[in-house]
């Protein structure tokens, strides 16, 4: 499909934009890092949620912000939002002030000290506990030492951002079908991914040597749905669904459309550009996220009917039938 602008920056007709790894992997390379300082700020000032809900990002119609910092004895509430249309970090504190630090033009390190100096500004005091990239190839590397990332391309950003946001309303529809617990649709700033988890009420025991975050995160038997703009590894954006724990003899199941497929690591993958140059973008990405989590909700024994809720209706009366992907 030819794209066509519809609008101020880089926005498209196309309902899944192409981006190429290559293209934009110095500014993914920097914006990764910007995410995971503003990400340790949440961590700081964040009240606690299950599964780590309280630092991970929601989308918006101009980037993705934290949710409200701060607590109601240890204020100012606050948020940090990335505006990928004024190409700015934006930090609002709820005694009307704000803050502003620009995305181009600057280093990692010259970032960081910039939004550390910002949310000084706006009235919040806080220590990041380990300022330096989580899981990262330059893990030991302080923020405020890292010259070496500093490319920003507001062009690229704002297309990988528009990816993201049509990715994440179709994981809002996917989300919509469970009528379970439910995890919001939030961006992971150490894994730099997108997803939503759905859980059973049945509790792991992950061993007390495992670290911290996993064990917070992997608490409960989950299937998750997810997408992932890749790295040196898998360099492509890529859509993706698990189950934790994988029940025995998933993999062997057929899974849905023909291009996705199993990989050594325990998810299914399906490849962006095959979703976004399918007859059916939506469609197919649905396709997929249903399929792996009918298959993984019966081998471990969810009762998937009852947890169903089409069109995120529970309403006895509006209620239509069981899908026909869950019989």
Not at 74 to 80: E, H, I, L, R
Not at 129 to 152: C, I, M, S, T
Not at 154 to 164: D, G, I, Y
Request: aromatic share 12%; hydrophobic share 35%; charged share 20%.
């Amino acid at each position: 499909m030819a794209e066509t602008s519809v609008g101020p920056g880089t926005a498209t007709a196309e309902v899944l934009p192409s981006l190429p790894y290559e293209a934009w992997r110095p500014t993914k390379e920097t914006l990764h890092r910007y995410s995971q300082i503003i990400g340790k700020v949440a961590l700081a000032k964040g009240i606690r949620r299950n599964h780590w809900w309280h630092m991970t990002y929601r989308l918006t119609a101009r980037g993705w912000t934290t949710v409200p910092l701060g607590s109601a004895t240890d204020g100012p509430v606050f948020t940090c939002e990335f505006d990928f249309f004024d190409h700015v970090l934006r930090i609002a504190a709820d005694r009307g002030i704000e803050a502003e630090v620009p995305l181009g033009g600057q280093s990692v390190a010259s970032f960081y000290t910039e939004s550390m100096r910002a949310l000084r500004d706006v009235g919040v005091d806080l220590t990041i506990a380990q300022p330096q990239p989580y899981k990262l190839p330059d893990h030991k590397r302080p923020f405020d030492q890292d010259e070496e990332h500093h490319h920003y391309d507001p062009e690229a950003a704002q297309r990988a951002f528009r990816v993201l946001s049509q990715v994440g309303r179709i994981l809002e529809e996917h989300s919509a079908g469970y009528s379970g617990k439910t995890s919001p649709v939030q961006f992971f700033w150490h894994s730099f991914d997108l997803a939503v988890q759905r859980f059973s009420d049945r509790r792991l025991s992950p061993p007390a040597t495992l670290e911290a975050p996993t064990r917070e995160s992997y608490s409960r038997e989950q299937i998750s749905a997810g997408f992932w703009y890749g790295d040196d590894t898998v360099p492509a954006p890529t859509f993706y669904s698990y189950a934790h724990p994988e029940p025995a003899g998933l993999h062997e199941l057929p899974i849905r459309p023909d291009a996705a497929h199993w990989v050594e690591a325990g998810s299914a993958y399906y490849a962006y550009d095959d979703a976004r140059t399918s007859a059916d973008p939506v469609g197919s990405t649905l396709e997929f996220f249903r399929s792996v989590y009918a298959n993984s909700a019966k081998l471990a024994g969810w009762d998937a009917p009852a947890l169903a809720c089409p069109g995120g209706i529970t309403d006895p009366v509006l209620a239509g039938p069981t899908p026909e992907w869950l019989e």
